[in-house]
Each structure stands twice: as structure tokens, then as C-alpha cells.
């Protein structure tokens, strides 16, 4: 059997036996798109196979860590919980999301409609108007994004008690 197709078996029964790392981007090293196992050093193996990892979001490889770090940011939270409340244009947005500036309104929009949270209609008037949407990946995602501002709301008093009777051990500890 050739090098290549032994290698290739080994892959593919590690790959089976999971004993592999595999992730579903396509990767670029030194200029070349891969999606098959590469040799990236002696000693290490870089595999990448479409939809064949199971999806588990403390894997440093699955795309969904993606997700999940659009989703932690606060600014994507807020903005999703205004829209999903009919808040829909772009100046009412960053009139009542509190705090948020004009462009951290707009990069945030902008990755929300990248990847399809949210659409951007522009009506063609003067001045220009655009309003957002949710989409219907958006709107699935709503029920989870209300929930979790309703905990914070109903929940801010007693984690802002265990707050200070962590400073005041810390600083019990300290002093």
C-alpha cells in the first residue's frame, strides 16, 4: 500500500474512532484550500471534514463557538431584544438601546445580517429609510433572547447581593 492511501486509512479509522480533532471550516494553508487530512507538521495532523464532528460547543473546532460569540455579546442581545419589541429602524435603535453608539449599532447589525438573524430593507425615499426584520432564524432564536433579558431583569437584585458579599469576603480575606 503507498504512503498516501496508508496515511489516508490511518486518518479516516482515527477519524471513525474519534481520536482526531475534525471541524467543518475549509482551511487555507500556504495558499491552498483543504478539507481532507493535511500533514501540518511532523507531528500534528490538521483534519477537516464537512459535517462529520459531532457538534459540541466546547469543541475549540465546532462552528458553533461562532455563533456562540455573537451571540455573548451584549450589544447583539439588546439590539435583537429591541427589534423583536417592533423597534425596527436604525436611529430608533440606537435611540432606546441604551448606551450603544452609532458604530457598534451598525457593526452589530451589520454581523446580524450577515448571518441571517436580521434583514435590512431600504426604502428608496428621501432621506433614506431602512428598517431591520428578523428573519426566521431570528425569530427562532427570539424566544431564548426574551427569556434571558426576562432572568436578568428578575434576577438582578439577588446578583447584585451575592456581588457585594463576594467583595466584602474578598476584602475581609485581604484586610
Known amino acids: 500500500m503507498p504512503f498516501k492511501d496508508t496515511l489516508i486509512f490511518l486518518v479516516t479509522r482515527a477519524i471513525l474512532n474519534n481520536l482526531l480533532p475534525i471541524c467543518y471550516n475549509q482551511y487555507r494553508w500556504k495558499g491552498r484550500r483543504f478539507q481532507e487530512a493535511t500533514i501540518l507538521s511532523a507531528s500534528y495532523f490538521k483534519v477537516c471534514m464537512m459535517n462529520s464532528y459531532p457538534i459540541d460547543i466546547l469543541n475549540q473546532y465546532c462552528p458553533s463557538r461562532k455563533v456562540l460569540e455573537l451571540l455573548g455579546d451584549k450589544w447583539t442581545l439588546l439590539i435583537l431584544n429591541a427589534i423583536s419589541r417592533g423597534i425596527n429602524r436604525h436611529n430608533a435603535l440606537l435611540r432606546d438601546v441604551g448606551g450603544i453608539s ?29 428598517e431591520y426584520e428578523l428573519t426566521p432564524l431570528g425569530k427562532s432564536l427570539n424566544e431564548p433572547v426574551v427569556a434571558l433579558g426576562k432572568w436578568a431583569q428578575d434576577n438582578y437584585a439577588l446578583v447584585e447581593e451575592a456581588r457585594e458579599k463576594y467583595d466584602q469576603d474578598q476584602a475581609r480575606l485581604e484586610g
Open 102 to 130: 452609532q458604530k457598534m449599532l451598525s457593526q452589530t447589525l451589520r454581523e446580524l445580517e450577515r448571518n441571517g438573524i436580521i434583514t435590512r430593507q431600504v426604502f428608496p425615499v428621501v432621506p433614506p429609510r431602512v
